[in-house]
C-alpha cells in the first residue's frame, strides 16, 4: 500500500471534499497524479472531454476508496 505523509492525508480528505460531479480544473492534475500514485502507475492523463469521463471517474472513486479505507484504519 502506498504511504502518505500525515499532511498529504489531509489534502487528500480537503480535496476530495471538494470535488461533487463534475472535476474542477484545477484539481485535475492533483487527481490524475494521486490517482497514478496510489495505484503505482504511470498513466497519460486523459482530455478533459465527455469521452473522458470513465477514465476520470475511475480516477476519483479510486481516490475515494483510499480516504474511506484510512478512515476505517483509524
Known amino acids: ?18 470535488i461533487k ?3 474542477p480544473e484545477h ?3 492533483w487527481v490524475w497524479g494521486t490517482y497514478n500514485r496510489i495505484n503505482g ?3 497519460k492523463q ?6 473522458a469521463a470513465g477514465l ?5 472513486n479510486t481516490i475515494l476508496d483510499y480516504v ?3 478512515n476505517n484504519d483509524r
Do not use: D, H
Open 1 to 18: 500500500m502506498v504511504e502518505f505523509t500525515e499532511e498529504e492525508i489531509e489534502e487528500l480528505k480537503t480535496n476530495i471534499s471538494q
Open 56 to 60: 476520470w471517474g475511475k480516477a476519483y
Open 27 to 29: 484539481l485535475a492534475g
Open 46 to 51: 486523459p482530455c478533459g472531454c465527455k469521452s
Open 68 to 70: 474511506k479505507g484510512l
Open 21 to 23: 460531479g463534475r472535476i
Open 41 to 43: 502507475s504511470n498513466e
